[in-house]
């Protein structure tokens, strides 16, 4: 399974941990690089200290490359100022374009990854000087930036930047998916919604029993949970919220049932959570998980227990090495 992508971030196995906001701890990330793999921390959002902070903790649990997310929805100037004094090996960027960026990343030694969901934008950032394409089909859990599946999307722009590489993300949830996205050209694949269901993701225990019991049918792509977060559209799982909304008429914001209601609360900063806010469902949270944004990908019911995030990444590289063994032309 070792690709060109491997070499390139110095790892071992091209199965990278997604960015997925509070879910991503230091030691989620820690310990998928010191499995082999790429982990991804998600601080676009944090303030400086906590970036500081959360990259200090990771280096304290692993001497392995790691990368940070940053979205660029946000002006992120400072923080990757931050990111990259830390010595960070790999910045990946969504939602926005990284071009202006690509000059102080690798001035600083870093790689630079960017999140597409098309060829045309993928052609655009490898011209930019991009080194590694992130393809998000829209089977993705949270924040999906494209509306092309996996399947389709990947080839596209394999194609569109080639020899650059390409991480496949999206609905890959098992050996079977990794298999199938270094099949369809990609040099490595990026999970999120399976590593929610390790034992190092810092989500609630509620929200984790929910993805667990929880289908391939039973996500949905919607732009509700907009609040603090507008105009981006997200799987989720669909919930008492989604329910609701639909039995009201589907209202545009504003008009929605229990606007503005508060549904839970963080015990750690004491702010409110109110319905159709976009907010992972953290271990502080305190109040109705069930009515909050519950991202989630197509791939959900193939995560099927809590394991360490270790044995995940054994398991998909054992169970994609069989695929690929098994697909391979015999000897005569
Ligand atoms: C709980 C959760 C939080 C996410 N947060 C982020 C984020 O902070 N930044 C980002 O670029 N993508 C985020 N994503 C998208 C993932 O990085 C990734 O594209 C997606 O999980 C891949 O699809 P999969 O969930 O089917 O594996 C998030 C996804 C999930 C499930």
């Keep these: 399974m070792h690709t060109s992508l491997c070499d390139l971030l110095g790892i071992r196995v091209p199965i990278l941990q997604a ?3 509070f879910a991503a701890s230091p030691a989620l990330v820690a310990a998928v690089g010191n499995a082999g793999g790429l982990g991804a921390l998600a601080l676009g959002p944090k303030p400086l200290d906590e970036v500081r902070t959360q990259i200090a903790e990771t280096r304290a ?3 392995k490359p790691f990368a940070v997310n940053l979205v660029l929805t946000r002006d992120q100037d400072e923080r990757l100022g931050v990111v990259l004094d830390a010595g960070t090996p790999a910045v990946i960027f969504s939602w926005g374009d990284p071009a202006a960026f690509v ?9 630079m990854m960017h999140v597409v969901g098309s060829a045309t934008e993928a052609r655009r950032a490898a011209d930019a000087g991009v080194d590694v394409i992130v393809a998000q089909g829209w089977e993705a859990g949270g ?4 509306s092309v599946a996996t399947m389709a999307l990947v080839p596209r722009v394999v194609d569109a930047v080639a020899p650059a590489p390409v991480v496949a993300a999206g609905g890959i949830a098992d050996g079977r998916g990794v298999a199938a996205a270094l099949a369809l050209g990609a040099s490595g694949a990026m999970l999120g919604t399976r590593f929610l269901a390790s034992a190092e993701a810092a989500i609630h225990p509620r929200y984790r029993e929910l993805l667990l019991a929880a289908g391939e ?9 907009d609040v603090g977060w507008p105009n981006a559209p997200h799987r989720v799982l669909r919930n008492g919220t989604v329910a609701a909304w639909e039995a009201a008429g589907s209202p545009a914001p504003g008009a929605r049932p229990g606007e503005g209601g508060e549904v839970a609360r963080s015990s750690v ?7 159709y806010q976009s907010r992972t469902p953290s271990v502080d949270v305190e109040g109705d998980i069930d009515a909050m944004s519950l991202w989630a990908g197509q791939g959900v019911g193939l995560a099927r227990e809590v394991r360490p995030a270790a044995e ?15 697909l391979a032309p015999r000897k005569a």
């Excluded at 049918?217 to 949970?225: K, P, Q």
């Excluded at 900063?269 to 319905?275: E, F, K, N, P, Y």
């Design 19 to 21: 960015p997925m906001g």
């Design 61 to 63: 649990r692993t001497t």
């Design 103 to 111: 000059a102080r990343v690798h001035r600083a030694g870093a790689k």
């Design 143 to 146: 924040h999906v930036f494209g």
């Design 217 to 225: 049918a039973d996500t949905v792509h919607t732009g509700l949970f």
């Design 269 to 275: 900063t004491g702010l409110s959570i109110v319905r």
């Design 312 to 326: 995940i990444v054994r398991e998909l590289e054992r169970d994609a090495d069989a695929v690929l063994a098994r």
